[in-house]
């Protein structure tokens, strides 16, 4: 007998039908049912080409600003979401990414998830980024990675009450796109005291400054 091609799947006779049914029973399944499909001979993407135009969503995420406050929302992300792949947050098949508002006086809790994320920092002045209590402050066009698994909150202090005015502060939102495999997106409730990671000073600042 001729091998059959890659990706055939042989013919369903009942005696093997009854056989699958068995193997599920135990958790198991065969894999010449699905060869083809989890290992296709060629790339099968199901994401499709897009392009997400900054000038109209940014007017949509300032909205959002106005709708809900970060602490309702956790995370204020508008997710950018590939037509091809719908209701699964994905901008493409390996990858998710999504466009944050922090604004003046707000802080996005601690948390932390089993991903990497790759933040951009499009706009804005005085917010900051705190990876296990290390602070620090972005400006437009930083690239800023955050690792798997650590604890980090993000704050723009500029409209605190209260707070002296820092060079550094400035009334302003922070806008950030974060990259991450969908696979490894595991994130556990934030650290138990549920608050910033930091003081207003990172510790990086209190080393150059000696104390």
Known sequence: ????????????????????ERL???????????????????????AQPVLWKYDQLRPLLIEAGRLL?????????????????????Q??????????????????????HA??????V?????????????????H?????????????DHGNPGGERGRRSRRHCRHRPRLTPTWRLPPTAIAPSSRPNGGPSTSACSRSARRRSGR
Do not use: C, K
């Open 1 to 20: 007998m001729a091998p059959a091609l890659y990706g055939h799947r042989p013919e369903l006779t009942p005696e093997r039908r009854a056989f699958y």
């Open 24 to 46: 599920q029973s135990f958790g198991a399944a065969p894999l010449w049912e699905v060869m083809g499909t989890i290992i296709p001979p060629e790339p099968r993407p199901q």
């Open 69 to 89: 406050t970060a602490q309702e929302a956790e995370r204020r992300v508008l997710i950018l979401e590939n037509p091809g792949l719908p209701g699964r947050s």
């Open 91 to 112: 901008a493409t098949g390996s990858l998710y990414a999504g466009l944050q508002l922090i604004l003046p006086g707000e802080t996005a809790r601690t948390h932390r």
């Open 115 to 120: 991903a990497s994320a790759l933040r951009f």
């Open 122 to 138: 499009l706009e804005g002045t005085g917010a900051y980024t705190s990876v296990d209590g290390e602070r620090a402050t972005m």
């Open 140 to 152: 437009p066009g930083d690239f800023i990675v955050t690792p798997s698994w650590r604890y980090h």
